[in-house]
């Protein structure tokens, strides 16, 4: 049974910055392509950043530059450092595990993906 918890999620300024965390158990993130999501109030789920099991990273362009993901491996948990956080960011971000060896292209979809965490709101004000 895979769990995947995230946290750290808050209310922050514009210009901040953040740490999201995302725990598992059940299966060791540093085998898996590891990913977040996420989705704002009236909008479609989207994709933000991945890596992949050889440390490879992806980002959605809407991000690239300010955030990175990262893992620990001792600790199983996967990262999401945000920087110089904007209004637009805000949302529910959740983090997901897929079980395959999914192509560049397939790293950023959801279907992608088998197992998902509950979310963690990250609101940012002006």
């Known amino acids: 049974q895979v769990q995947l918890v995230e946290s750290g999620g808050a209310l922050v300024l514009a210009g901040g910055s953040l740490r999201l965390s995302c725990t598992a158990s059940?299966?060791?993130?540093?085998?898996?392509?590891m990913a977040w999501f996420r989705r704002a109030p009236g909008k479609e789920r989207e994709f933000v950043a991945a890596?992949?099991?050889?440390?490879?990273?992806y980002y959605a362009g809407s991000v690239k530059g300010r955030f990175t993901t990262s893992r620990d491996s001792g600790k199983n948990t996967l990262y999401l450092h945000m920087n110089n956080l904007k209004p637009e960011d805000t949302a529910v971000y959740y983090c997901?595990?897929?079980?395959?060896?999914?192509?560049?292209?397939?790293?950023?979809?959801?279907?992608?993906?088998?197992?998902w965490g509950q979310g963690t709101q990250v609101t940012v004000s002006s």
């Open positions: 997901a595990m897929g079980l395959g060896s999914p192509i560049t292209s397939s790293m950023g979809v959801a279907s992608t993906y088998d197992y």
């Open positions: 890596i992949r099991r050889r440390s490879d990273t």
């Open positions: 059940g299966r060791t993130i540093s085998t898996y392509p």
